[in-house]
């Protein structure tokens, strides 16, 4: 019971000092959540919260806790700033995971990403399929930025007053040289088909696929881009056993 209240106003000054601090920073901290600035949140609210449950801390320890950090925070933000050299190390940059039209299998192995997280990403954007994307930039707080085709882009065909069709699901049958086979039966489709659609665009196997999508009836392939010998030889060995 002894402890309650100063924990009381040590919380509530806590909590103010580090909406002041968030203030100060930017918005940056919020809306644009970096893996530097994922690190730092993490790392400023597990010192607060040492300090709050320390009975040998008090106001001065936990204000000198969040000024410290604070000031490494602001220091990196002034480097980032003055030192676009910086920003590379600190704060990442951007990459191309699509380009015109094109997965870049290199971009999307470096940060660790999949087709189907770009996929959800992508819907999130209020695209449904890879085929309407032109270009899709990864941003370094993990977000998609997408630029559509031109057929896709407005006016729309509302605008244009033509004749609407019911809008499609795609659904993805190859991903990483791998037949989905529930997405095959689901769609209506078999692997013959889509062996022979394959095979009409000059890719020998379903393997040599990165990905491949099904919609109206057709299916969308696209072939492994900018990858390095290596891993497409490594690539094809594995899924060709399969």
Request: proline content about 2%; hydrophobic content about 45%; cysteine-free.
């Amino acid at each position: 019971m002894d402890n309650m209240l100063p924990m009381l106003y040590e919380t509530i000054f806590g909590f103010v000092a580090l909406f002041v601090l968030t203030k100060i920073l930017g918005k940056t901290q919020i809306s644009q959540l970096t893996a530097f600035d994922f690190i730092a949140a993490l790392v400023l609210g597990e010192l607060v919260g040492n300090a709050l449950f320390d009975d040998k801390a008090g106001v001065l320890d936990i204000a000198y806790v969040i000024f410290l950090w604070g000031s490494l925070l602001y220091i990196v933000e002034m480097i980032t700033q003055k030192f676009k050299g910086s920003r590379f190390l600190l704060e990442g940059k951007p990459s191309m995971i699509i380009h015109e039209g094109k997965f870049v299998y290199e971009e999307l192995r470096k940060n660790k990403i999949d087709v189907e997280e770009i996929q959800h990403l992508l819907r999130m954007k209020d695209v449904f399929s890879v085929q309407e994307v032109e270009y899709a930039v990864l941003e370094t707080n993990g977000d998609v930025s997408v630029l559509k085709k031109a057929a896709f882009q407005t006016p729309t065909v509302a605008d244009l007053q033509v004749k609407q069709k019911k809008p499609e699901i795609a659904m993805t049958i190859i991903t990483d040289g791998e037949l989905i086979e529930d997405n095959v039966a689901e769609a209506g489709i078999t692997r013959e088909w889509v062996e022979e659609q394959v095979q009409k665009q000059y890719i020998d196997h379903i393997y040599e696929v990165f990905f491949a999508e099904y919609k109206n009836e057709k299916l969308f392939v696209l072939p492994y881009f900018k990858i390095k010998e290596k891993h497409y030889n490594k690539k094809i060995k594995k899924t060709s056993r399969k």
